[in-house]
């Protein structure tokens, strides 16, 4: 065999997705595999998929016209590829994929990617493998830890999964179908973990799950923990400087949890905290298992605990039965909260759940032109809230080269990209920066001498649509 074999994985959809792709790195680095940044000259290409947006399963059937055609050209010239597909939407179509796309030699569901080398001898000794089994026992009993030359090339802010699956059963989500229930692990493991990325220079990390906040992982006491207890322990572990946690579900944004923003100085001021409706109806057809009110009221006792929190959101708009009442509240729930930054989409029926059987389907036209009206109050909010930022002092950590000679790149507290010019040796670091323009994704500062940070204003005080 000459030299390392070349794996090539491509990560759709959420954070979810991108640690899991990582962690399949680590998996198959024993078996000789190195990472390379393009699928042209690999080895092994995985296709790490997602069932959430639009239309998931239709890319990956075209994503997996291009690969195949690389996988020809490859055997043209004497060379084999492997083509997997991992993630969501392998767990739910499994072996149809090999049917519809006989290229691929190997699908795998989310739970069964500490069985990669196996499933890849499986292969080539069979010609095909499929494994979206559900394991009795944890997966992350299995899942290999990275070593430090691949914590180093990740850069200094990572995920650290705390939580798998979901028991919520949102109408339009897969995921509960495709992650299986709700699990966490427990809190040891995770300290483990978070002090091999402190030894090897990270400075943030993310506690991700499904449903981070329903984290109940146990204890070294035997009992189970909060994720607000999970992470004042993780605060207090050296080299760690900052703290954020995603995705959470407003029914378990619980006291401690709250309480964290006010006192952990290392849990930065910024949620994602997805409402996807600001109806009442709307939600409760989709199960969130909340109301309006009550997420307000959530919002509010979080800008209470810390008065300069950004908050993030997913949207759907379109959902079955949604009237132009409906998307109205949408509207005017983005205009109240005030949010940094938000996702929205097209409500797409996925197969088999709930919502994919309502009547009153929302006609596609409606679902586009509500969706452009809704970015367009999203964008407004998003740019009123960098313009607050213009002139403030932040706090940044320096995570990369920038894309112009000479500037480097980091994360400001509130999340955004800040970019600076200034020496690629302040990687790694947190510095004073004074932000001096803004665009409508990223901010442009300066360092800032003998400067100290300063928080800006309140996002709710900010004037609607400025
Ligand atoms: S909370 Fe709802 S949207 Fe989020 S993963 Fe669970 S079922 Fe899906």
Not at 286 to 304: F, G, K, P, S, W
Request: hydrophobic share 40%.
């Amino acid at each position: 065999m000459n030299g390392p074999k070349k794996l090539f994985v491509k990560s759709f959809g959420c954070q979810m997705n991108v640690y899991d792709s990582q962690r399949m790195a680590d998996t198959l680095a024993p078996e000789g595999y190195v990472e390379t940044a393009s699928a042209d000259d690999a080895d092994l290409v995985i296709l790490n998929t997602c069932h959430i947006r639009e239309k998931a399963a239709e890319k990956v059937y075209s994503e997996l016209g291009r690969v195949r055609r690389v996988k020809d050209a490859a055997a043209a010239a004497g060379r084999q590829v492997t083509i997997a597909v991992a993630g969501c939407v392998a767990q739910a179509e499994g072996a149809e994929i090999i049917r519809r796309a006989p290229a691929v030699d190997l699908v795998v569901g989310p739970q069964s990617y500490h069985r990669l080398p196996d499933l890849l001898a499986r292969a080539a000794r069979d010609g095909k493998a499929v494994d979206t089994d559900f394991p009795i026992d944890d997966k992350f009993n299995h899942l290999a830890a990275p070593d430090r030359t691949a914590i180093r090339s990740r850069g200094v802010s990572a995920f650290v999964t705390v939580q798998e699956g979901c028991d919520k059963f949102c109408t339009f989500c897969v995921v509960p179908y495709t992650r299986g229930a709700e699990i966490s692990r427990p809190v040891n493991k995770i300290i483990v973990d978070v002090e091999r990325l402190a030894n090897a220079g990270v400075r943030e990390i993310t506690l991700i799950g499904q449903n981070v906040n329903a984290y109940h992982g146990d204890g070294p006491d035997g009992r189970p923990w909060s994720l607000a207890r999970l992470l004042e322990r993780v605060a207090t572990l050296p080299g760690i400087d900052r703290l954020r946690y995603t995705t959470s579900h407003p029914c378990d944004m619980a006291d401690d949890l709250i309480a964290a923003h006010r006192d952990l100085a290392a849990l930065m001021p910024q949620l994602h905290l997805p409402v996807q409706s600001g109806a009442d109806r709307i939600l409760a057809a989709m199960n969130r298992r909340h109301t309006r009110a009550d997420y307000l009221d959530i919002v509010e006792r979080l800008r209470q605990a810390r008065r300069d929190l950004a908050l993030t959101s997913d949207f759907i708009v379109g959902f079955p039965g949604e009237s132009e009442a409906d998307f109205d509240e949408t509207l005017s729930l983005v205009d109240e909260v005030g949010y940094s930054g938000a996702f929205s989409f097209k409500y797409s029926p996925r197969p088999g759940t709930p919502g994919a059987d309502m009547d009153d389907q929302v006609a596609e036209e409606v679902k586009s032109g509500r969706l452009a009206r809704l970015q367009d109050a999203i964008d407004k909010k998003q740019t009123a809230f960098n313009r607050n930022c213009a002139g403030r002092t932040f706090a940044v950590l320096f995570e990369r080269d920038g894309r112009h000679p000479g500037q480097i790149v980091g994360r400001s507290p509130y999340l955004q990209p800040v970019q600076v010019t200034a020496p690629s040796s302040l990687i790694g670091q947190i510095a004073a920066v004074t932000v001096t323009e803004i665009s409508s994704n990223s901010l442009f500062g300066v360092l800032a001498q003998n400067s100290q940070p300063q928080p800006i204003k309140p996002p709710a005080l900010l004037g609607a649509g400025a």
